[in-house]
């Protein structure tokens, strides 16, 4: 089989209270915004753009408390595996 290159990881370190809530925000509007915005399209649609809408989110909003809230991020970890 052959490989198509390097999968790229990034993992970040926080607490865990922290983390959870900051995933349980980002994860309630996502779905608060797939369903209200979005009420005409299908189950599927809806799904995927909650998960799309939640990982941009989750990654816009990572960055911001970093750099404006000083928010300890405790390490970042760059994966390649090939």
């Known amino acids: 089989m052959r490989s198509l ?5 990034v993992a970040l370190t926080l607490d865990r209270d922290l983390a959870i809530l900051f995933l349980g925000a980002n994860l309630l509007f996502a779905v ?21 809408t939640f990982l941009v989110l989750t990654a816009i909003s990572a960055v911001a408390l970093h750099f ?15």
């Not at 290159?5 to 990881?9: E, F, Q, R, S, Y």
């Not at 404006?68 to 090939?82: H, K, L, M």
Request: proline content about 5%; cysteine-free.
């Open 32 to 52: 608060a915004l797939a369903a209200i915005a979005f009420r005409g399209r299908r189950v599927l649609d809806r799904v995927l753009i909650t998960l799309g």
């Open 68 to 82: 404006f809230a000083r928010t300890p991020v405790r390490e970042v970890d760059i994966f390649a595996i090939d």
């Open 5 to 9: 290159g390097p999968i790229w990881a």
